[in-house]
């Protein structure tokens, strides 16, 4: 009476617990030594230091490999050792020694590499861990990871000049070495708008187009670690090295004017693009064979192949640029004073991804010739079958041009309002020109020739138009113009999976989202779209956060973004409302339902990861920003709001306005209780009594301001608010008991305007933060409104976006094609609308959450919320958490009153458990675990990995079990108890019968 793949699932567990059991059984408790897995999730950062800098003592951490973690073991039981080797060394230059495990010392917590490392070295590291029996030990083989401490000082850069003044590509051919074999050539390259690196013409590294991250170069410059080895050794002549700068999101006047208002537009004495450029040649031992330093002897510069590049209206390349042409000597230098960079901080981050590309690219899906007239040049339309993130590329022989100066244009859009005439829907502030890159192309008569893309820059599309003029000529069949997805190269660390009614709607809407934030962390840090504004908005950073942070492996992404925060912040403590920010009306703006994502997204994170800092620069400036907030109140509570919940549905955004305060003063409440949380993981006891003060002061101030006893809700005097203004007080009120009885009212009101309303939305992208789990903790009837809610194919919602055929999240709940809507013209791929579902998916219907008291999934809280008739039939989960693999499935009966329920949690993870009876009470029902009965109605029978374990009344006939779990794999059984009574009756009766 289960689905069979769940079934499959729980038996599949079963007999993996029974397996490993045994074998850590005699690993751990006898003289047999069996060979254990290596660790995994080797990781090196700097994630402790909320300056980002590089200390030169990284942090290492890693995961236990599952199955390693047995009911009942003793973890102390269990050492590890991390031993770190400069690459090519016999010698180490750290050993951790043997470091027993437990609550402080969690390999998954990190620890910092014990001695000063050299800068600019590549090192390797080991992990292994032992586990210690009575009589014997086992100790897993090593596991490898590697990293490169890169540039820390300015004395590291060896005088490197830096370079630009108008040019924007460098030359330099590298000495000759006598024959010396090279182990090691690495570049170190710092360039606040991109950079690529080409060997003879050939492009080196991950990233062709040379995309640098997206932060505040003033505050931190971060470089890229280049190794091009392949390169050097060989060759019967040294190679010649090019260096291409670009200005990336650094080009004040290629952006659209509307852009000015929330973007950096000061350049340092006009220079960009600039460069600076380490080369270091290294034998076997780590020894130098050759140093070579931009602006030394031998540089070379020109303008280059790019014209101008424009993240936001499109680039202009000349190819028809020989690599001959242009050069001059010496390299032109920018003179120091030009360039005011903190240059202690221009350093490079470990554990931030990189930016990579997908070289193989992605196919069109169709490509068709248009023409608006019979006197306009014909386009080739290519349609991509999803939403794309990146650059194209033009085949090799697909171009040709008759003159010198042929050109070929092509236009990025995400939506065409004329499928026909190929006409592109302009989002706002680009509807005059579009976004458009223009080849300058050589005269070529279209055999042989090369691929032509552009540099520095992205687009975010799922069309590309491409028109050829002035002499050139495209062929325009299907390949001849590929999508190459660019981004963080980043872990996706989630998967999940649904059953039933509604699984393919869910499974749709997740893939939906997460496409969408993957979308958003294309230059490191968290932005609210890749096509429109491509700005790390901190009110979308905190919308998508979660889901982000369930789907990817993304501390360093956070840490860079966070570090943003903390450099634009003023000495005040006011933070603007998006980074990097230097000037223009959103500098001054304030919303505490945006500038909150400060302080929340760093909590978030420390949840999540353990990785941010607690105690630190970071912690005292969250504090300086809550002092700003209460210094500058009207009121009891700060409300400040100038965005209103915004991107409601059409028609509802005035309404909406005034939702603001109630929403501000919701967020604000939050980020006190998550200081208050903060100061008491870091022991902090004065200052988590003086929060927990502030904190009930600011709940019971809200509570006054907004409760209406006429209403029987909280209501700021608009009934189309209803659904912000009481999902946000369920959030922010959830912490104080003396408020309950108001939150349940609050809550039933909330589940009678969505009812009302036919399960509609009326909220924008503050208010969908909280409502999905403000409706799921009200018990079955509000998570079966949840549920409606996120089922919904008409607008507005999530489905409506996927019966428009959407592939990521929109700006808006509506097309954005009518002048009406809100959002008009704005972007098809948009995070701050899905990032709740797609954390709900995780948080509420699979039931997995970490809390800051926890930091690093030390325990996981596992409630899964499960209706008895709606949804999903069975929902299996795949988490990888900071300490390693957690997986989560459950499968109710079709009748609702039974379910499987399967747990498996990594070495050093606990959990907190409270599992649904379904539609019993404790009473009435039998519980197994492992085939062993636990609870029979009436008594409670202890089993191993269990503890503090209690039954609560959730409404009538309602009931969860909550218990403590340690480390290892469990399966539950739920039942009727009449029915276990009749299971047991049968078998009897057929035993007595011989069958």
Known sequence: SYPWSSMFLAVSHLLLEFSVAFLLFLTCGAAFALELSPAIDLRADNLASPSLGVSGQPILRFSF??????????????????????????????????????????????????????????????????????????????????????????????????????????????????????HRATAYVASPGGSVMLVDGEVVGDDPVGMAPWVDWVASMHHRVINFTQYVNGRSETPTLVFAAGCGAWCPTTAPTWLHSHRPIHTPGGSLPVLRVLIVLEDTQGTELAVVVSGGGGWSSRVGVVVSSSSWTGSTMDFGLTPEEGWVSPAQLVPFDTVQLDIPKANSVLGVPPITIDYEGISAARAYPVSESSTTPQSIVYEFPRMVVGVVSLASGSWSSSVSGGRIAIEFCEVLEDVATGKCVRQGGYTQNGTVDTYMLPKHSGVGGFNLTTRFSWRGFQYAIVTASSGASFRGSLNDLRAHWVGADIESTADISFEGDGAALFTDINAMVHLGMLSNLVTGIPTDCPTREKHGWLGDALDASGAVMFNFWSPGLYSLFLAQVTAAQTTEGFVPVVVPCHGGVDSVQRDISWTAGYALVAARALAFYGGIPTGNDLVSNLHKWVSFELANKTGAIPTSSSYGDLASPRGLHQDQLAAGQVAAAANFVLVVEALRDIATLSGDTVGANS???????????????????????????????????????????????????????????????????????????????????????????????????????????????????????????????????????????????????????????????????????????????????????????????????????????????????????????????????????????????????????????????????????????????????????YYFQVVPQASFLAQVKASADNISLGR
Request: net charge negative; proline share 4%; charged share 15%.
């Open 65 to 182: 490999p599952s199955g390693v973690a047995t009911r009942g073991m003793n973890v102390s039981l269990v050492s590890f050792r991390m031993v770190v080797t400069p690459d090519g060394a016999n010698k180490a230059v750290w050993d951790s020694g043997d470091i027993a495990v437990g609550q402080a010392t969690d390999p998954a917590n990190g620890f910092q590499v014990g001695v000063p490392l050299r800068a600019c070295t590549a090192y390797r590291w080991v992990a292994q861990y032992t586990c210690n029996g009575s009589t014997g030990t086992s100790t897993s083989p090593p596991a490898m990871g590697q990293f490169n401490t890169g540039v820390g000082q300015e004395s590291d850069w060896r005088g490197a000049a830096w370079l630009g003044n108008g040019h924007g590509e460098f030359k330099v051919t590298l000495p000759s070495l006598g024959g010396a074999t090279v």
């Open 691 to 969: 929060l927990q003060q502030l904190l009930t002061e600011q709940q019971l101030a809200f509570h006054k301001a907004f409760w209406s006893d006429a209403q029987g809700c909280y209501f700021n005097g608009n009934n189309k608010t209803i659904q912000t203004v009481n999902a946000a007080a369920i959030a922010a009120l959830a912490s104080a008991p003396s408020l309950a009885p108001y939150l349940e009212r609050a809550g039933t009101a909330l589940i009678h305007n969505l009812a009302g309303n036919d399960y509609a939305l009326t909220v924008g992208a503050v208010g969908v933060r909280w409502l999905l789990k403000a409706l799921s903790v009200q018990g079955d009837e509000g998570h079966d409104a949840a549920i409606r809610t996120v089922m919904r194919t008409d607008f507005p919602g999530w489905g409506y976006w996927l019966a428009n055929n959407a592939s990521t999240c929109w700006e808006s709940w509506t097309t954005e094609l009518l002048a009406q809507d809100d959002h008009y013209h704005g972007s098809r791929n948009h995070g701050w609308l899905c990032g709740a579902v797609g954390e709900w998916f995780y948080s509420e219907l699979a039931g997995v959450s970490p809390t800051i008291l926890d930091a690093g999934f030390r325990i996981a809280h596992v409630a899964p919320h499960i209706s008895q008739t709606l949804g999903p039939s069975a929902v299996n989960v795949t988490l990888r958490t900071a300490r390693g693999l957690l997986l989560v499935a459950w499968a109710r009966q079709p009748d609702g009153k039974g379910l499987h329920f399967t747990l498996s949690l990594p070495m050093t993870q606990k959990a907190i458990l409270e599992l649904p009876l379904m539609t019993m009470s404790q009473t009435n029902v039998i519980i197994q675990e492992s085939s062993q009965t636990i609870w029979d109605g009436v008594h409670l029978r202890p089993t191993s990995g269990l503890s503090n374990v209690t039954f609560h009344q959730t409404g009538t006939n309602r009931a969860i079990l909550r218990a403590g779990l340690e480390s290892g794999d």
